[in-house]
């Protein structure tokens, strides 16, 4: 079965634009939860989706935001990007049905801001 | 301080070694712990995930959790160089709202 597909893989943007990232969770999931990863600070949460309702937020500025469709595909989108967003940025897609286990993640999106 | 507090290494070790990877968190309300390996250029890939204390075996690999002393241990039987990746420990509160905390992950080698 087809695994978590995020696109797309690389993006170099300037300082000041918005990007648009999205992931498609594996088939079935209902939960979609984004990260960031950078070598300073590690993997870090941004936010979970579940059933299009936004369901748990990390300690991001609100130019960070997200949304989920109904097919459960999401979408994380940054606006005036700062250097800081340089990073890999993950989304792991869950059955939603309970805690702990089957998280699995895509392959990322890397993020330069120029 | 981090919730979840990792040493990042590098760890280098021949091969056939036996690898202890480690993490210490401080949130008492986690209850499950897990395991992910990556590779470079790739997404974090679940190894293992434990409920509780207690410890749970699969294959080479030993995950061991004492929520007495907030201690998560990953061992590695008989390492090969394919196992040379980065290890992360990750916690979740019982909660079901995905959010996972992550350690800064260690950096393994195996040498041939």
């Known amino acids: 079965k087809a695994g978590v597909t995020q696109t797309p893989r690389y993006l170099i943007k300037t300082r000041g634009q918005q990007v648009t990232l999205s992931c498609s969770p594996i088939?079935?999931?209902?939960?979609v939860s984004w990260y960031q990863q950078t070598p300073g600070q590690g993997l870090q949460f941004l936010f979970e989706?579940?059933?299009?309702?936004?369901?748990n937020k990390g300690n991001f500025p609100g130019r960070f935001s997200g949304r989920q469709f109904s097919n459960s595909r999401s979408e994380m989108n940054v606006s005036t990007l700062e250097l800081g967003d340089s990073a890999l940025y993950l989304c792991?897609?869950?059955?939603?049905?309970?805690?702990?286990?089957?998280?699995?993640f895509g392959s990322g999106t890397r993020l330069t801001v120029v | 301080q981090k919730e979840v507090e990792q040493d990042p290494g590098p760890l280098s070790v021949p091969e056939g070694a036996i690898v202890s990877l480690n993490c210490t968190y401080s949130?008492?309300?986690?209850?499950?712990f897990m395991w992910y390996r990556q590779y470079s250029r790739k997404g974090p890939e679940l190894l293992m995930y434990?409920?509780?204390?207690g410890n749970k075996e699969d294959g080479r690999f030993t995950a061991q959790v004492d929520k007495s002393s907030k201690y998560i241990s990953l061992f590695i039987r008989d390492s090969q160089p394919s196992d040379s990746a980065t290890y992360l420990c990750?916690?979740?509160?019982?909660?079901?709202?995905?959010?996972?905390?992550f350690g800064q992950g260690t950096t393994l080698q195996v040498k041939p």
């Open positions: 792991a897609s869950s059955s939603g049905g309970r805690p702990g286990g089957g998280y699995t």
């Open positions: 088939s079935g999931h209902r939960s």
């Open positions: 989706y579940f059933s299009e309702t936004q369901r």
């Open positions: 949130n008492s309300a986690f209850q499950y």
């Open positions: 434990t409920y509780s204390s």
């Open positions: 990750a916690s979740q509160g019982s909660s079901n709202t995905g959010k996972l905390i």
